[in-house]
């Protein structure tokens, strides 16, 4: 939690003096199911967010309806480019405006080389009157061309894995996808295949 605030300062400090080299930016989107880590959130679910960043610091916050009330998420850290390596670092906070779910706090951590990149996200989750849970998602994504696989899963309190294979492309400054994911029964109590669609479009604040 401390770690996911102090990122956010540095990043909001750092944007503050650096207002004329940033870039805003907004989103909406839409997709047939919303699935989050191989796991199944809300049916047809609507999403919009706005993001901002300069010099490799960002800090952005996203919304998705999930039928009860709204999933309401806050992020940033810092990501950077060395040749075929690229890295990042920072940290999310995961809200629900209703009682879908409870809080979700992460550290991120992210390195990428060529094609392959690893993200690993260390996190805690309130679980509403019951004890805090500690876990660690990883994901693992081989991506080429607009085509991605993606091995993924969880470890401590948390446990399961997934496969997601998927295809996005831009026409028209839309951005269009659809993916297959296979999650097992370890992560949401049964087997479960899916094929979701989703749409959206970016836009550039300036």
Same mark, same amino acid.
């Given at each position: 939690?401390?770690?996911?605030?102090?990122?956010?300062?540095? $990043?909001?400090?750092? #944007?503050?003096?650096?207002? /004329?080299?940033?870039?805003?930016? #907004?989103?909406?989107?839409?997709?047939?199911?919303?699935?989050?880590?191989?796991?199944?959130?809300?049916?047809?679910? $609507?999403?919009?967010?706005?993001?901002?960043?300069?010099?490799?610091?960002?800090?952005?916050?996203? $919304?998705?309806?999930?039928? +009860?009330?709204?999933?309401?998420?806050?992020?940033?850290? !810092?990501?950077?480019?060395?040749?075929?390596?690229?890295?990042?670092?920072?940290?999310?906070?995961?809200?629900?405006?209703?009682? !879908?779910?409870?809080?979700?706090?992460?550290?991120?951590?992210?390195?990428? !080389?060529?094609?392959?990149?690893?993200?690993? #996200?260390?996190?805690?989750?309130?679980?509403?009157?019951?004890?805090?849970? +500690?876990?660690?998602?990883? /994901?693992?994504?081989? &991506?080429?061309?607009?085509?991605?696989?993606?091995? $993924?899963?969880?470890?401590?309190?948390?446990?399961?894995?997934?496969?997601?294979?998927?295809?996005?492309?831009?026409?028209?400054?839309? +951005?269009?996808?659809?993916?297959?994911?296979?999650?097992?029964?370890?992560?949401?109590? &049964?087997?479960?295949?899916?094929?979701?669609?989703?749409?959206?479009?970016? !836009?550039?604040?300036?």
């Amino acid at each position: 939690m401390k770690t996911f605030f102090k990122t956010s300062l540095v $990043a909001t400090l750092l #944007a503050l003096s650096g207002m /004329a080299q940033a870039d805003f930016s #907004a989103n909406l989107g839409f997709a047939s199911e919303y699935y989050y880590r191989g796991i199944f959130q809300e049916s047809t679910s $609507a999403s919009g967010g706005l993001d901002f960043e300069t010099g490799g610091f960002y800090l952005g916050t996203w $919304a998705a309806d999930v039928g +009860d009330g709204l999933e309401v998420d806050l992020y940033g850290g !810092f990501g950077g480019e060395a040749g075929d390596f690229s890295y990042s670092i920072g940290g999310t906070l995961y809200h629900y405006t209703g009682d !879908f779910d409870d809080t979700y706090k992460e550290v991120n951590l992210g390195a990428g !080389f060529g094609l392959v990149s690893l993200d690993v #996200a260390v996190g805690k989750y309130d679980n509403f009157d019951g004890p805090t849970l +500690d876990y660690t998602y990883y /994901a693992l994504t081989v &991506e080429k061309s607009g085509f991605y696989g993606k091995y $993924a899963g969880f470890s401590q309190d948390f446990d399961g894995e997934y496969i997601e294979l998927g295809y996005g492309t831009t026409v028209s400054d839309i +951005d269009l996808g659809v993916n297959l994911i296979f999650s097992n029964e370890d992560l949401i109590g &049964e087997n479960d295949e899916a094929i979701v669609f989703t749409i959206g479009k970016s !836009f550039d604040i300036q």
